[in-house]
């Protein structure tokens, strides 16, 4: 079968570690042909991410931390000079403070809400302003959200908020970029273990309830949740925008289950 990305350059947001699910869907996109950028926040990161860009021959890895403009632009002057054209952007970015994540929703400080909600959702605002000018031939935008969006689920909190403002800008982006041929999509993921799961109080009971309750009885694989992204991102995906798509082993058609 033919790569479903050969000719196409994307641009990965959010390569943490090799449990990041960026890492995942960076690593389908290469088997898929494509040419790949990455990015890191910070010189913490730097090094991590250098090194697994060497191992998936990313043309370039650069840093960005997307609540710094100044960062957001030079990114794009970078991009601008080469590869000069983007066909595909994984944004897979989140952020809350852990106090959040633990304490009752009704507790949260201004603070802790503005941040979440700024590196949650308003950066995937930032990224499609800052990229669009170089999808010339149209393209696709993907980010990563989850059911605490539009369900409670205990201890995702201020992040349930900042998914939901998440996909609501998923589809005001993809109306006003729709014209232009590019794509806004969220891939709604099963939980996965990585790094910024960890910071979720008992988040191996979330992992376990999931298992025995989803349809498939068993937990998502971020290898499934890549290609999804690969999906969104080729021309297979060319009529959907404006999507919310589950990849969850379809735990989100769940009401009411009783644990076997
Ligand atoms: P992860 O490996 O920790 O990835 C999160 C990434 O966000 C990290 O690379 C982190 O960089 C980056 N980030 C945070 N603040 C940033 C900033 N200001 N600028 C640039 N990058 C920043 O965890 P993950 O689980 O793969 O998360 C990726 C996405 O999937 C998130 O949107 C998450 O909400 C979503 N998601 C995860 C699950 C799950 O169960 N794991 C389920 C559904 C959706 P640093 O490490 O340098 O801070």
Redesign the pocket.
């Known amino acids: 079968m033919s790569e479903l990305l050969a000719g196409k350059t994307a641009l990965v ?5 090799r ?4 890492y995942a869907i960076s690593s389908a996109f290469v088997r898929e042909g494509a040419s790949l950028i990455l ?4 010189e ?2 730097r090094a991590t991410v250098e090194e697994l860009g060497g191992e998936l021959k990313a043309s370039k890895v650069l840093n ?4 710094k403009p100044e960062e957001v632009e030079s990114l794009v002057a970078s991009l601008r000079e080469a590869p000069g054209k983007i066909d595909a952007v994984v944004h ?4 809350a403070n852990r106090d959040d994540l633990s304490r009752p929703f009704l507790e949260t400080s201004r603070d802790g809400f503005l941040l979440a909600l700024e ?2 959702a308003y ?1 995937l605002v930032t990224v499609a302003r800052a990229v669009a000018p170089l999808m010339s031939n149209g393209g696709s935008v993907t ?4 059911l605490g969006s539009t369900r409670v689920v205990q201890n995702y909190n201020v ?1 349930g908020v900042a ?1 939901a403002a998440l996909e609501a800008s998923v589809r005001y982006l993809a109306s006003d970029l729709g014209p232009r041929n590019i794509r806004v999509n969220a891939i ?10 960890r910071g979720i109080k008992d988040f191996s009971k979330v992992l376990d309830s999931v298992a025995s309750l989803a349809p498939l009885r068993r937990n998502t694989d971020p290898s499934e949740v890549a290609d999804a992204a690969v999906f969104l991102a080729s021309d297979l995906g060319r009529g959907v925008t404006g999507n919310v798509v589950f990849v969850d082993a379809g735990f989100q058609i769940v009401g009411i289950g009783l644990s076997e």
């Open positions: 947001l959010g390569v943490a570690n449990w990041s699910i960026a990015t890191y926040q910070g913490r990161q960005c931390d997307v609540t897979s970015i989140a952020f590196v949650s950066s980010t990563l959200t989850y992040m998914k709604s993921a099963g939980p996965i273990k990585t790094a910024s799961a």
